[in-house]
Each structure stands twice: as C-alpha cells, then as structure tokens.
C-alpha cells in the first residue's frame, strides 16, 4: 500500500472511529433518558396508596333498646348532667295497622262527557268523598242517603247508621291521605274479600283521573296510582329527655329510667345490641373492589411500561456492544495502517535520505 493510499484509509478509519463513539455517546444518553423515565415510573409506583379493606368493626356499634308496649324505642343520644342524671334522644318506632298506603297502580275507564265524566276500574264506579261535618252527617235524611247510596253495591249493604259512621270515617282518611300523599280530592271505590266478607276501600286522586289521557274506548294511557290502608312502619324521635341510667359492673346500660323523680317516672328494661351498619359496610366494600381494581390496573400499566423501557435499553446495550467491538476491530485495523504508514515514511526517507 503506498503512503497516500495508507493516509487515505487512516483518516477513513479515524472517521469511522470518530461515527462509533459519537453513536455510542446518543446510545448512552438515550440509555440515561430511559433510566430517568424508570426512576419515574418507579416513583410512581412508591407514591401510590394501597387500598385498604373496610373492617366490619368500623361500620359496627353498640344499640341500646327498650320497649313501652308496642313500641320500640332506640336511644341515640346520651349528654351526661352535673346531677348525674343524662338527657337522651331515642328513636321510636312501631307499626300503624290502619295507615293509607300505596296499592300499585290500575287502568282507569272513563265514561260520560266533559265535565260529567264517571270513571270506572273495573266494574266498580269511583266516588267522590266529601269533607262533611258532623253535625251535617247526623242530619241526613234518609232521602240523601238513598241518593248518595246509588248504585253502589257496597253502600246498599249499608244501615242508615252504618252508612253514616262510613261518612265519618272517610273525613279521616281524606285528612290521611291529603297528609300523605298531597292536597287533593278523592275518589273511593270499595272491593269486597269473598273469603272474609270484609270491603277495603281504594282511593284514586281526582286531579290525576281528570289529567290522564285516555284512548278512544276510554281506557287510560296509563297506569293510575292507586291508595289503600293496610300497615306500614312509623317512627318518631324523642329529644331531650331527662333520664338515670343503671349500669352493671362493665359498663353495659342495663336499665333506663325516664323523667327520674316526676310523678310519671318510669323504668324501662334495656337490651344492648350489636348493630352492623350492612348498606354502609357494602357500599365500603364496593368502593373497595373499584379502589383496588384501578390500583392493579395502574400498576399493571407502569409495569408494563417499565417492562418496555427495560426491552429498549437491553436493545441499546446490545447496539452498544456491536460497537465497542467494531471499534476494537476499527482500532485494530488503524494500528496495523500506522505501521503501514511509519514503514512506508521510514523507506521513503531512507530513500532520499
């Protein structure tokens, strides 16, 4: 090889030398970046707060109840006094066998024209109630009743005394219902239990029977809500009474005593109960199982972003690898050219020398 050749493929080799390490210098930075972008990730990972399992213990507590007949009563407050004695709250609760309820729903036929309609369930005719006075009520002659009782089957197996106490007693289910369900008239139909022989009354709201739409044939579009009476649970807070309270040797209530040193004081015995809270405990759990499902879902997603970078920097360690031995081979062949070189420039000069 002659000494311009070998100065030629020296400054190739010095130049392919020079490409190798820059390339290795983005490597290693791109490496660094990907080792930042880890740390992050990891960081991340460290950050994140571990869901944490609702305990029964913490929708759990104590329910100390008495009973006064019927009713069942729940204290939920208890302010201890400088004389001793506490004022207490208490829920009470009991059941009303003659309350107005909701009875689902009905299809209504109507029948008549504008201003005079009738509406039927069935085929039984609905009456308008009316809020009538006693006195007005006892004053009835027996003409009014027979006008009032109409065709009604129900009405017709009435006395004049008992049709008359029926009067009365629908004064008391229109306050009922107006307090329940709303101001409103009422229309009443009464359905006889063959097996009892006993008639309930059911009542419709004439405001909604006016509204509704009906069909060509009469029939409502839809469904009437339909009342009746029948059971239903009441309850009622009690607040601020004064008590004493008796306890056995843990602490546990086992006695309450209402309006201590009054002329109506009375003693009631109280039960202690352990009450778990389910609803509350459940929603909990649920809020649980979605925390921990988006927790494992985020740290299946870091990971497999981690597992990611992992593969690009194996890819790159091994890119580094290929040029550290391409390099060796580069330096390799560039000392064999310098010996070239040096022999050719020592002939030369001995030579012309």
């Known amino acids: 090889m002659g000494m ?7 400054l190739g080799l010095t130049a392919r030398k020079t490409n190798v390490e820059y390339e290795g210098q983005q490597i290693n930075q791109q490496r660094t970046t990907l080792s930042n972008q ?13 869901p944490v399992p609702p305990s029964v213990a913490d929708y759990t507590k104590t329910v100390y109840t008495f009973e006064d007949g019927a009713l069942q009563n729940s204290i939920s407050t208890m302010i201890a006094q400088n004389d001793g004695t506490y004022l207490i709250s208490y829920t009470s609760s009991w059941t009303d066998d003659f309350a107005v309820v909701s009875a689902g729903q009905s299809i209504v036929t109507r029948k008549g024209t504008e201003g005079a309609y009738t509406y039927n369930v069935g085929a039984k005719e609905l009456r308008q109630m009316q809020t009538l006075e006693d006195d007005d009520i006892d004053g009835m002659s027996e003409e009014e ?3 009032l009782r109409g065709n009604d089957e129900y009405l017709k197996t009435l006395s004049d005394d008992q049709l008359k106490k029926l009067l009365k007693e629908e004064n008391n289910y229109i306050s009922m219902l107006n ?3 709303g101001q409103a008239d009422w229309m009443v139909r009464y359905v006889e239990n063959t097996t009892t022989k006993t008639w309930t009354p059911y ?7 006016d509204s509704a739409i009906y069909s060509n044939t009469g029939s409502s579009q839809s469904s009437i809500p339909v009342y009746t009476t029948g059971s239903t649970d009441r309850t009622e807070e009690v607040k601020g009474v004064t008590a004493r309270l008796e306890q056995d040797s843990t602490g546990r209530i086992i006695s309450v005593t209402l309006k201590p040193g009054d002329p109506d004081e009375v003693t009631y015995s109280v039960t202690t109960n352990t009450v778990t809270d389910q609803a509350a405990y459940d929603d909990a759990m ?3 199982e979605y925390d921990k499902y988006q927790y494992d879902q ?13 593969a690009q920097d194996k890819n790159l360690e091994l890119r580094l690898k290929q040029l550290d031995t391409e390099q060796d081979a580069i330096q390799t062949e560039m000392d064999a050219v310098q010996k070239v070189i040096e022999k050719n420039t020592e002939s030369t ?5």
Not at 4 to 10: E, P
Not at 38 to 48: K, P, Q, T, V
Not at 298 to 310: F, G, R, S
């Open 349 to 353: 000069f001995k030579t012309f020398g």
């Open 179 to 181: 307090a329940q369900y």
């Open 286 to 288: 649920n809020q649980y």
């Open 4 to 10: 311009a050749a070998s100065q030629a493929r020296f």
């Open 298 to 310: 985020t740290v299946q997603e870091i990971n497999a972003k981690i597992e990611i970078i992992q």
């Open 203 to 209: 009542f419709c709201k004439k405001q909604v029977l």
């Open 38 to 50: 880890s740390a992050n990730y990891y960081n991340d990972l460290l950050g994140m707060t571990v």
């Open 145 to 147: 009743l027979e006008t």
